[in-house]
């Protein structure tokens, strides 16, 4: 009952340090895994790059998927463990586990049967079609080893447990970052397999990362652990994991989705738009998503004391976590804004790339700070299990706001107006956040209003 105890009675603002710096690092190894190997890919060639670009909504909805069974049995088990019900968080993981491997396998094969059809979509340049199934033709079995390994991260971050999943992660990210440059260029007693090897590379770092995350859920005893003994199927409870996890999974879902309708309107501009947008993405993803997992690391806080019935820790948690989501994301503004040609740089980015790009970052980057808040308030919604009012915000981000301001800026400032449609959308999105949460706060105070009376 220790971790319990922890997240009861330790103060809030150490709490959140706690819960959060070890997610945070978690989620900036996540992604670095797509910014590497475009790092490294980018200097053979801008096609290259462009194939990586390409394959990144396929990846990006593969880890949506991984994100969405993770954070439902996170919250799932954090909600029973503030309940003191013991045998149910030992259930969920066992759930967890079954549904990562089963749900890993058929995305496996669903990657493998669209990928053809899908990268004839974008474009008719023979060599990036074929750079493009080379590559997404072995990262597709990254997803089995990717969702497990992110499942039991975040069960093992449930209990309280932020520093050993890390570890686990940092692994693979070191066996990706070491083996990137040996097999795309071959060194050593390695053979030189070009954009393959980058793929080959990221499988081989998310397998590791999943063995190593099983040997820690078996191998040490654990707040929760797998449960074999009386195991049967609860339809209930994987719906409550789908549920759960559901708002997380829209909000990275909607970004494949996102980059896929965005490359539908680059296609008619160039290859060399693709292939910065591409590259640009996965820089405001790293910074994004690594606020994210601070954002991540408040939710069991907020999530335990929600079901412990601690309307104060929870509004507390809230805030601190507010406070501290405004401040990175404005850091991380302030690094596009001010250093776009550096971080172009690291894609080898050539000059025709840069001669729109730079703007265009500064342009997009001008959207993190609003996006960071709206996000803070989905998930106050998803921990206090107002689902639908957390995947409200995140349709209005990426689907409800976004496409109608491509559509119109594309006509009114072309290339400039794609850019431009992003501040546009997270703009509106913290507006509509701000207010389905005065709604919220004036029906809860109209309830106790009534219940005085």
């Keep these: 009952m220790q971790t319990n105890n922890k997240m009861a009675v330790a103060p809030v603002g150490k709490l959140i340090w706690q819960m959060s710096i070890p997610p945070l690092i978690s989620m900036f190894l996540q992604y670095s895994y797509n910014l590497i190997d475009s790092a490294f890919v980018a200097r053979l060639s801008e096609n290259a790059l462009t194939a990586v670009s390409l394959s990144f909504p396929i990846t990006t909805l593969m880890n949506?998927?991984?994100?969405?069974?993770?954070?439902?049995?996170?919250?799932?088990?954090?909600?029973?463990?503030?309940?003191?019900?013991?045998?149910?968080?030992?259930?969920?993981?066992?759930?967890?586990?079954?549904?990562?491997?089963?749900?890993?396998?058929?995305?496996?094969?669903?990657?493998?049967?669209?990928?053809?059809?899908?990268?004839?979509?974008?474009?008719?340049?023979?060599?990036?079609?074929?750079?493009?199934?080379?590559?997404?033709?072995?990262?597709?079995?990254?997803?089995?080893?990717?969702?497990?390994?992110?499942?039991?991260?975040?069960?093992?971050?449930?209990?309280?447990?932020?520093?050993?999943?890390?570890?686990?992660?940092?692994?693979?990210?070191?066996?990706?970052?070491?083996?990137?440059?040996?097999?795309?260029?071959?060194?050593?007693?390695?053979?030189?397999?070009?954009?393959?090897?980058?793929?080959?590379?990221?499988?081989?770092?998310?397998?590791?990362?999943?063995?190593?995350?099983?040997?820690?859920?078996?191998g040490k005893k654990q707040k929760v652990q797998v449960k074999i003994k009386g195991f049967h199927l609860q339809k209930q409870m994987i719906r409550r994991i789908f549920a759960f996890g559901l708002p997380s999974f829209i909000m990275n879902a909607l970004s494949s989705f996102m980059v896929t309708f965005v490359n539908l309107f680059l296609v008619a501009y160039s290859d060399t738009a693709i292939a910065f947008f591409g590259a640009y993405f996965k820089v405001q993803q790293l910074i994004v998503m690594t606020v994210n997992g601070l954002i991540q690391g408040c939710l069991p806080v907020m999530r335990f004391n929600y079901g412990a019935g601690n309307r104060e820790r929870l509004h507390s948690a809230f805030r601190y976590g507010t406070a501290l989501v405004t401040g990175m994301m404005i850091l991380g503004t302030l690094a596009v804004i001010l250093f776009p040609a550096q971080i172009l740089g690291l894609f080898t980015a050539s000059e025709a790339m840069r001669s729109f790009g730079i703007s265009a970052m500064r342009i997009m980057a001008a959207s993190y700070l609003f996006c960071g808040l709206s996000t803070m308030i989905s998930t106050y919604f998803q921990a206090t299990e107002k689902v639908g009012s957390s995947m409200a915000i995140q349709l209005c981000r990426q689907m409800f706001f976004l496409v109608p301001s491509l559509w119109c800026l594309d006509k009114l400032f072309h290339l400039n107006g794609i850019w431009l449609a992003f501040p546009v959308a997270e703009t509106a999105t913290l507006l509509v956040a701000l207010v389905i949460m005065a709604w919220h706060r004036s029906k809860i105070s109209h309830n106790m209003f009534q219940g005085g009376k």
């Design 64 to 218: 949506a998927a991984s994100i969405w069974i993770g954070v439902g049995v996170n919250v799932l088990i954090a909600g029973y463990l503030g309940q003191k019900k013991q045998d149910e968080a030992n259930t969920t993981v066992t759930h967890g586990l079954l549904l990562a491997f089963g749900i890993g396998a058929l995305l496996n094969l669903l990657s493998l049967l669209i990928m053809k059809p899908y990268f004839r979509t974008f474009t008719n340049n023979e060599e990036i079609y074929q750079l493009s199934i080379a590559y997404m033709s072995v990262c597709s079995f990254m997803q089995i080893p990717n969702m497990v390994h992110i499942a039991i991260q975040k069960m093992i971050q449930a209990t309280g447990n932020m520093i050993a999943p890390m570890w686990f992660q940092i692994a693979g990210v070191v066996v990706n970052f070491v083996f990137d440059p040996i097999l795309i260029f071959g060194i050593g007693i390695f053979p030189a397999m070009g954009i393959r090897g980058a793929a080959v590379a990221t499988v081989a770092g998310y397998l590791l990362s999943m063995i190593l995350a099983f040997a820690l859920l078996l």
